[in-house]
Every structure is written in structure tokens, then in C-alpha cells.
């Protein structure tokens, strides 16, 4: 008999069953990315991480974004509103007393840190968005912004003609 014949032992055997294992968990794991990623939650949530990067982007470019008092006043009823969300969320939980002290401290730091992300997230869009419809040079990166992150979004093909009518208003002005 040849080598190549004789059963594997111990250790080949463990060789292959921690690969089997291996190989079945990055599968369970590819396979439930791939399901996660066709859920409505999944595309909601990619959607607000991308509304997110696209305010830090046009911020940290030094854009204006929010103008005059009516901007201010949105930025502070904002504030006010996450400042109340966790106020509310921590006076909730400690209304709790089944619940032991580090499990109301835990709990309440991770759903008013959820809902604190979702309202300032839905901030970034309604700034965007209305960004996006204004013809200046702030709305119209805010445009390239949104054509390039997000490019199913509903209002692609007006944020496409706008993009072409800045870019004529521009030329004229040269």
C-alpha cells in the first residue's frame, strides 16, 4: 500500500474537520450578509450612515449649510430634541424597579444612543435634501454628493438636470 492509500489519522482528520468548520461558518456568515443586505432595515440604515458622511463631507469642506437664523433655529430645536430624547430615555428607564443599576444605566445608554443617532441621522437628510434643490455651489456638491453615494435615490434624475442647469449658470458667468 502507498501512503497516499492509508487512512488519515489523528491529525490530519483534525486538520480537516477544522477547516470543515471554518469553511461552514464564513459561509453561514456570507450568507447572512447577503440576505441582511436585501432587508428595507438594512437599506434604511445604509441610507442614513450615507447621509451622515455626506453633511461631514460638505462641513469639513467649509460649506455653508446652514444659513441665517432660520438655520440656527433648526440646529437648536435639533439639539433641544436630542437633548430631550435622552432625558426622557434615561427617566424611563430608571422608572424600572426590577431592573438592577448597571442594567438601567446599560439599557438606557444604548436606546437613547439609537434614537439620538436615528433623529440626528434624519437631521442630515432634511439639510441635505434641501441643500440638494438650492442653486448654489453648496447644493450643487451636495448634489454630486448624493448622485455618488446614494445612486438610487428618488430624486436622482432632477439632482442630474440640476447639476447640468448649475453647470450652464456657472459657464454664462465665466
Known sequence: RQTSEIKM???????????????????NYRSFMLRWQNTKVWKNVDAMFAYKQIYETLGTAGLPLLQGSQGKRKQSRAEATKH??????????????????????????????????????????????????????????????????????????LYAQLCQEYKQLSEKQL
Not at 113 to 131: P, R, S, T
Request: charge should be negative; glycine fraction near 8%.
Open 9 to 27: 489519522g489523528f491529525e490530519d482528520g483534525w486538520h480537516w474537520l477544522r477547516g470543515q468548520y471554518k469553511e461552514r461558518q464564513s459561509n
Open 84 to 157: 430631550a430624547l435622552m432625558l426622557s430615555c434615561g427617566v424611563f428607564f430608571f422608572a424600572f424597579t426590577k431592573l438592577g443599576l448597571f442594567n438601567k444605566i446599560f439599557c438606557c445608554l444604548i436606546t437613547s444612543q439609537a434614537m439620538v443617532f436615528v433623529h440626528k441621522c434624519n437631521f442630515y437628510q432634511g439639510i441635505v435634501d434641501e441643500l440638494a434643490t438650492s442653486m448654489t455651489l453648496t447644493g450643487q456638491e451636495a448634489r454630486i454628493q448624493v448622485r455618488f453615494h446614494l445612486p438610487d435615490h428618488p430624486q436622482e434624475e
